[in-house]
């Protein structure tokens, strides 16, 4: 099948489908807060495209097919304990800031004494398609506090209800694309389906009878993207019967109580917490005060289930990633058979180091600046340094503190015209777009033994060509959704 091109509308048309995908929004939940300082009360539509962006079908559908082989991956790294402590070690010499701290959160939980090697990670494993190499390239793999697999859904609806009123065909009344075309995310609902599982095995395992258990969503003070949050918590409790209560992160210790007599459970507000859910606790600002280290450390030793453990966090660093690459590791975790399902969804990564891969990279961070993004190890967007500021920004810092970053090739996104709409204004740009998908694993980290993997949806975000970035909250990027071909 070939490609349609996006419809040519009029200004009266375009002027009617930006009122009807502001109120479906409004009406959906598709929102946000905007910048600081706001009110509580007054949510603004979030950024959104006006039209699906063109996705290859084979390559959606490969991104999914391969979601449990990552999740599988990933759950192998953390109970490979030697080598992934080996490495975290090393890095947080090098990254003391926030892996370091992290890091010592970590080894200050296991004096104290970890009694839950059953942790849950919701993961978000992203993609670009290259449109040189014509497929998908894995950009990241988060372990941590993944976002708008609430909103999506939710775009997905929009985008389908405008082609349903027949708002994007020239002819009015006419649905422009097929409905197989615009597929819709079940995220929203999916990811309370991958919070329940740790809450059914704690339930099971710990609980007698009908006495019931609470999520406990660890959240940042004033986060604006409550709404995506909300549609989870929404979901766990009407179609999982469980409540899930919000607790901001430097608020923690002053409302939880452990059980230090009785295996250390967990009681918010005098409720049994089953799962330790994190939407938070991902940038070094979060834990500008000590309370939040002790908060980290002390839920940490709690019975609770993590999601995600500072192991499993600490897992999806950029450097694992990097490590990732070469086959002779991977072969420590996956099968030839996977391995060879997921290699070639790799970039070349190299290290910054002493290896001899590291020093063909400190040359081509000099020679050839521009094939690359230079990557710390950090969560959330504004990172990276991209092109010619990576030889200028290496050259501020002491060569032995580089190890802390790696180096990335460039994917080559294909470039698509589309409508942005932000803060009621439309921007028409070339975009280029970023496929996410979500995923779920509740598995004993000392075994290694998988004990639910399930992939929950996808999330399509996007941003204007011009920039490197593409964070929604952040400000650079929109949520978008798929139009397949
Ligand atoms: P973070 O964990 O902060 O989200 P990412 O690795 O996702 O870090 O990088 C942030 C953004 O930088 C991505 O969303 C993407 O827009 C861009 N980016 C990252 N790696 C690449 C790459 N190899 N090629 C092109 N763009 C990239
Ligand atoms: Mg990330
Ligand atoms: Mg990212």
Redesign the pocket.
Known sequence: MGQKDFPDLSKEQLEKIVLDVTQFGLSAGLVMYPPAPFSNYAPTLAPITIFPTPFPRKQFEKSLAIEKIYNELYAAVVSEYKWLTCILKDLSVHDKDFTGKLWNCYLQALSNGIVQDVSLALVRS?Y?YDELLGEI?Q??F?TVSVSFGGLSPKVGRAHNYLNQVGLYGQVSNESYYSSNELPISESDENLAKGLYSGVKYYNEKYLSGENKSIVLMVVQPNERNAFDQRAIEYNLLSKYNTVCKRVDLPDVLSSIEIKYDDKNRLFYHGLEVSVVYYRSAYGPSEFEMPDTWKSRTTLECTLAVKCPSLLTQLSGS?KVQQLLTSKTVLAQFLNNEKIAEIYDTF?K?YPLDDSEEGKLAKELAFSRPQD??L?PQ???????I?KEDIPVFLKTLPEAEWEAYIL??????KNHKNLILRNGEILNDGI?S?LGIFGSYLFDEKSGKVLDNQVLGHLL?S?TSS?????VAAG??CVDNLYLY
């Open positions: 992203d670009m390239k950009v990241e988060n950029k970039c990564i690359f993004v990557k950090r969560e959330g967007g504004g990172n990276n991209y990335m090739e460039l994917i080559h996104p280029v970023e975000r941003k920039s490197n970035e593409g964070g650079y990027g």
